[in-house]
């Protein structure tokens, strides 16, 4: 990668990625409502999830140095709303984080002291990893550097890490004007384990169907079982958001966490063009608070 980027236009990657994330996100919520009819779709608007609200958080405090995890850490555990489809585990330790109790503390103490291997930190990974889109060996770095925060297993680390690094490469790849593949890349970057196991697996996998199957699509919510599904989706319809976002809720599962990281991926390489309009509209707006962060 020859290209230097500066703040704003690392800005601008990761709010495009954010908006394929939250589009993403949202769209897959409504699926747990009522099958999604692409040709019906429901009515405006669409509310996100705790995906979108963690993804808010990351690009709040993103900047040109160290990914600030204390600063992280204090808005996940200011602005976590638990009625937007936090599992009971982040609630508990979000709501520790807000009461005081460091962050380091609180991710090591889930699961019995094992650590989440969740897809949390996938989930929210995507425009991290735009910002960085000069350096995938920056966008793993960080990307470690924020799952931490919440994710103290290995397996939800790499999780993040991988879709840090996917995100790069495809805003990386708009930016140089190619299409780039993503898994085998990705997989490079990622730490050993089953979730980089997984991504090796997806590089032979033909078809979403035999993707769905052989890797699975989240519906144990693990990084294991989302990450590898949800990058093979946004490698095989890296130009096509719209096919990306089908492809996750036809195969079921984590519906909405499978479309925000295929939907972060995809938009950091299209950019807003890419976004249907008419699904960005829909799509319940991001907090206020948001805007007032990056002012």
Do not use: K
Request: net charge negative.
């Amino acid at each position: 990668m020859s290209f230097t980027l500066f703040p704003g236009t690392r800005l601008a990657l990761a709010l495009e990625s954010l908006a394929g994330l939250s589009v993403g996100d949202a769209l897959g919520a409504q699926h747990f409502a009522a099958p999604l009819d692409f040709a019906d779709l429901p009515v405006a608007p669409w509310e996100w999830t705790d995906d979108t609200e963690e993804a808010c958080c990351l690009v709040a405090v993103l900047n040109d140095g160290e990914f600030d995890r204390d600063a992280f850490a204090e808005l996940l555990g200011r602005h976590h709303d638990p009625y937007r489809g936090y599992g009971p585990g982040a609630v508990v330790m979000l709501r520790a984080i807000r009461e005081g109790l460091p962050w380091p503390i609180a991710a090591a103490s889930a699961f019995d002291g094992e650590g989440s291997a969740g897809n949390g930190a996938a989930m929210r990974a995507a425009p991290l990893g735009a910002w960085h889109a000069d350096s995938l060996a920056h966008a793993a770095t960080q990307g470690a550097r924020a799952a931490e925060v919440t994710h103290a297993h290995a397996e939800g680390i790499a999780g993040g890490v991988a879709v840090a690094v996917a995100a790069a490469l495809a805003a990386a790849g708009r930016l140089d004007g190619h299409r780039p593949g993503l898994l085998r890349a990705v997989a490079a970057h990622t730490p050993d384990g089953r979730v980089r196991e997984g991504l090796v697996t997806a590089t032979r996998c033909r078809s979403a169907e035999e993707a769905a199957y052989e890797l699975g699509a989240g519906a144990q919510a693990m990084a294991r079982d989302t990450v590898p599904f949800a990058l093979w989706v946004a490698d095989r319809f890296l130009d096509d958001y719209p096919a990306a976002i089908r492809a996750c809720v036809a195969a079921g599962g984590d519906v909405d966490t499978t479309c925000a990281i295929a939907g972060g991926i995809v938009a950091a390489h299209t950019g807003l063009d890419g976004i249907p309009a008419g699904w960005l509209s829909a799509r319940e707006p991001l907090p206020p608070w948001l805007a007032t962060s990056l002012a």
